[in-house]
C-alpha cells in the first residue's frame, strides 16, 4: 500500500470509529433541511380573521365570503367594534378587519397584532391583496422563480453554506489539532513522509465526505423540499466543490494556528459559524444591512457562495450569472491554500 | 506518635459489571503515618483510592476514614481529606494566591485563617515572590508543591495523593518528599499511590496491589527482609510477578 | 570506533530562554546512552534537533554522518524516534498502528519482524484492541515497535519509561539491551537513576548545558567521601537539625535514610551527640555509597 493510500485509510479508520461524529455529521445537514424547509417557515398559514361591519352591503358580504374560503385565513365571525381590542389581546383572532361604508362607497382598516412582527406583515399584505381584489382595485403580483414564496427555497443556498464550512472547516482542522495534541503528528513528521502528503492525507477524507453530504443534501433538495431540478445541478456541483475546498483549506489554516482541539473548535465556531449564520445573508438580507457590515460581509466566502447558490438553483440561471461570485470564491481558496501551507511548513 | 487509627477498612469490594476492580481490600493506616499504595498497572488502586476519598460507592464492605463512615458520611469525609492527583488540578490562568485562596474557601476556611495559613506556606516554601505569579508561568516543581499546599490548607486528618510525583525529575521528586516529612512530623496522615519504587522507602508502611487485592503489606525493610530482597524494585518485581491484570 | 551522534555547540533558543547552551557531545556507533537530566534540562529540545523537527540556532548535529538541517530527509529513515508522552493512534488497533507506521517508511511489517519479535510476542495476545485500550507498558512496548518498524540504525527515546511501573520498565530495559546486541545506537533520556546506571555513558544535562559525561562508574567515582546516611523515627526534625550543623554542606532525603554530605571537617559522633541533645534520641549516622542521583544533585547544586 501506498503511503498516500495508508494515510487515508488510517483518516477513515478514525472517522468510521468515531461513531458520534460521524452520525453527527451525517444527520444534521438532514436534520437543518427538514426543519428549516418544513418547520421553520416563514409562510403564514390560519391568519384569524374577525370583522367589524358597520353597514352590511353586498361588498362586506362578498369580501367575507372570500376570507371564508381562502385556505390562508380562519374566518372567526362578525364582532362589535368595541370588542376587538379585547379579542385581539386575548389572541382569538391575529387581525381585524372593520368595514365603513360613508357615501356608499367602503373604506376598510386593518387592525394587526403585531407582537409578532414577521406574522403581523406578511398578514397584512395577505389581507389587502384579498380586499383589493375583490373590491375590483387590481394589483398584479408576480413572484418570479419562488411562486409560492416557499422559504425552502430560501434557506437549502444558506444551509449549505453553513453545513460545509462547518464541516471541512472545523473537521479538518480538528482532526490536524489532535494529531498534534497526542504528538502523532511529529511522528509523521520525523517520518520520510513529505508534509504535502500529509497535507493531503487529512483534506482528501474529508473532501469525500463532503462530497457524499453534498449528494444527500441535493437528493433531499430535489425530492422531499421540491425545489426544481434542472441541468443547472451540474454548476450547483461545480461551485459548491470550489467552496469545499476553500472550507478546506480555512480548516488547515486554523490547524497551523490552533495548538488544543478546543481551541480550533472555538476558532472555526467564532470565525466562521457567527459570521455565516449572521452577515451570509442566510437569514438577514446583506441589502438590508448597514454599509459597514456589507462590507465586511464581503471577505465571508459563505456569503458568496450562497448568493452564487441562490442564483444556480433557485433562478436557475447558467452560469455566467455567478461569475463574480466563482471569481472572489476562487482568488480566497487560492490565498488561503498558499497561505495555510506556508504556515504549515514553516520551521521553528 | 499516636497510635490513632484514622483509615480503617474491611473487606472493601468495587465490581463494574462482572469485572471486580477492588477485591475485600482490608487495611488500617495511622495518624501521621506514610503510607505507601502500591501496584502494577491497573491493579485496583485508583479504584480503591477514590472509595476511601468518598468519590465512589464501595460494592460491599464497609470502613472509616478520618472517623467518618465511608458509606453513609462521604460529604463529611470530603471535608476532612485533602486530595492531591498527578495532573496537580490548578487553575493555570489565577494567580498563586488566588489559586490557595479558592481551594481555601471551598473548604469554607475564614478569610482570616486563610491569609494566615497561606503567609505561613509562603514562608516556607520561599514562595514569597511568587504570590501574583499565575500558575502557569511558575516551574513543574513549583506547582507541584503549590498543589500540595493547596491539598493540605485546611489542615485535614488525611491527604491522598495519586502519583504525586509522575513525570517528576529526581531533585524536584525529593523536595516534595521532604514536604510530605513534615506534614507527617505535623500528624497528617498521607496516604500515597507512586510508581517510583525508590520513593516507597520514603513510607512508613506500604502495601502492594495486585488484580484488585492487596499481596504484600509491611514496612519497606519488612517487606524487604520477607522477600530476600535487597532494594522495593525486587520486592515489586517478585510480589506483582504474577499480574494477570493489566497486560 | 566511527560516532552514531555527533554535536557540535548546538544551541536553541526560545526568545529569552536558552533551551540549550553551546551542546557538544559525541555517541559511538553501537552503545547505549544515557541522558541524565531534570525537566527543562534540554533534553527534548535536543531530542526534537536530532529528529528534525526544530532546527538550531547555532551549531551543528550528525546523526549517522548526516547532517540535521542539510540531509534531513535522508535522516529521518535512519533513526526511529519515540517521544515523551504516547504518540500513537489511540483509536487504532495494535496491527493498524503498526501497519500504518511500516507504510510511512515504505517497509512491510513482517521484513523486521526478527527486531520486533521480542516486543511481538507479548502484543500478539491482542492485535485487535485500540492502542488506547492497552495498559502503560504496553503502549510503551508498541511504541517502541512502531519506532523499529523501519529498522532504525538510531533509535531516540525520550523518556520512554515514565509513568510505567517498575515490572515493565525493567522489561523495557531488558529489551533496549537486545537491540543493543543487534548493532543499534540508542540514546535514551530518563530520570530514573536507576535506568542511568544500565547505561553504557551518560551525559548529565541542566539548564541546556552538559555537565559531565562518562561511564556511570566513573563518574560515581570519589563521591563516597565525605557522605553519610542519617535515620531516625523522627525524619524531618532530623532533617531540620542536620541541616544547622556546621558542616554539613547538605542534606537530603533519600529513601528510607537522609544523604548528608560534609566538608572533611565532619565527624559522625559529634554530630550524634548533637542530634541526641535536640531531642533525636535514636538518630544514627553511617557511612554512604553515592549513586547517580547523588552526583546530579552534586552537580545541579554546584551549577547554581
Known sequence: ?348 | MAKEIVISVKDLTKKFGSFTAVDHLTLQVRRGEIFGFLGANGAGKTTAMRMLCGLSFPTSGSGTVAGYDILRQAEEIKRHIGYMSQKFSLYENLTVWENLNLFATIYGMSAKSIREKTDAAFKTLGMENMRNVPVKEIPLGWKQKLAFTAATLHSPDVVFLDEPTGGVDPSTRRKFWEMIYRASSEGMTVFVTTHYLDEAEYCNRISIMVDGRIKALDSPEGLKRQYLAGTMDEVFRIVAKDAKRGD | MKNAIDIQGLTKRYGKLVALDHVSLSISEGSLFGLIGPDGAGKTTLYQILTTLLSPDEGSATVMGLDVVKDYRKLRTEIGYMPEKFSLYPDLTVDENLHFFASLFGVNVKDNFDLIAPIFDQLQKFPNRRAGALSGGMKQKLALGCALIHRPKVLLLDEPTTGVDAVSRSEFWGMLATLREKGITILVSTSYMDEAERCERIALINKGRILDVDTPGRLIEGLDKNLYNASSKDMYPLLETLRTLPDVKDCYTFGATLHVVTNDDFNPDDAICKLRQEGLEDARIWPAKGNIEDLFIKLAKDDG
Open chain 1, 1 to 348: 500500500m501506498s503511503i498516500f493510500q495508508s494515510l487515508i485509510r488510517k483518516e477513515v479508520l478514525h472517522l468510521l470509529r468515531d461513531f458520534r461524529t460521524i452520525t453527527v455529521v451525517l444527520v444534521m445537514p438532514v436534520v437543518l433541511l427538514l426543519l428549516f424547509g418544513f418547520a421553520i417557515s416563514t409562510e403564514v398559514n390560519n391568519i384569524k380573521v374577525v370583522a367589524v361591519v358597520e353597514q352590511h352591503t353586498d361588498e362586506t358580504k362578498q369580501i367575507i365570503d372570500r376570507f371564508r374560503n381562502n385556505s390562508y385565513f380562519t374566518f372567526e365571525g362578525i364582532v362589535p367594534y368595541h370588542e376587538v381590542e379585547s379579542i385581539l389581546r386575548k389572541g382569538r383572532a391575529d387581525a381585524a378587519i372593520v368595514f365603513r361604508t360613508e357615501d356608499g362607497k367602503l373604506s376598510h382598516q386593518i387592525i394587526v397584532d403585531a407582537s409578532n412582527t414577521n406574522l403581523a406583515l406578511t398578514s397584512t399584505t395577505y389581507l389587502e391583496s384579498v380586499i383589493c381584489s375583490a373590491t375590483g382595485i387590481p394589483v398584479v403580483t408576480n413572484t418570479l422563480y419562488n411562486p409560492q414564496l416557499k422559504s425552502a427555497y430560501n434557506f437549502v443556498p444558506g444551509i449549505m453554506g453553513m453545513i460545509f464550512i462547518l464541516i471541512c472547516a472545523m473537521m479538518t482542522s480538528v482532526s490536524i489539532v489532535s494529531e498534534k495534541e497526542t504528538g502523532t503528528m511529529n511522528l509523521l513528521l520525523v517520518s520520510p513522509v513529505r508534509p504535502w502528503t500529509i497535507i493531503f492525507g487529512k483534506l482528501v477524507p474529508y473532501f469525500l465526505l463532503s462530497c457524499i453530504i453534498l449528494i444527500l443534501v441535493l437528493v433531499l433538495s430535489y425530492t422531499v423540499l421540491g425545489l426544481p431540478f434542472s441541468f443547472s445541478v451540474i454548476n450547483v456541483i461545480w461551485v459548491t466543490i470550489l467552496y469545499v475546498i476553500l472550507a478546506l483549506a480555512l480548516g488547515l489554516l486554523i490547524s497551523t494556528i490552533a495548538s488544543t482541539q478546543v481551541s480550533a473548535l472555538l476558532v472555526s465556531g467564532v470565525m466562521f459559524m457567527i459570521p455565516v449564520v449572521l452577515l451570509s445573508g442566510m437569514i438577514f438580507p446583506v441589502e438590508n444591512m448597514p454599509l459597514a457590515l456589507q462590507w465586511l460581509s464581503c471577505i465571508i466566502p459563505a456569503r458568496w457562495y450562497i448568493s452564487a447558490m441562490r442564483v444556480l438553483m433557485v433562478q436557475q440561471l447558467p452560469i455566467g450569472y455567478v461569475l463574480t461570485e466563482i471569481l472572489v470564491l476562487s482568488g480566497m481558496t487560492l490565498a488561503v491554500l498558499v497561505l495555510a501551507i506556508k504556515k504549515f511548513n514553516a520551521k521553528k
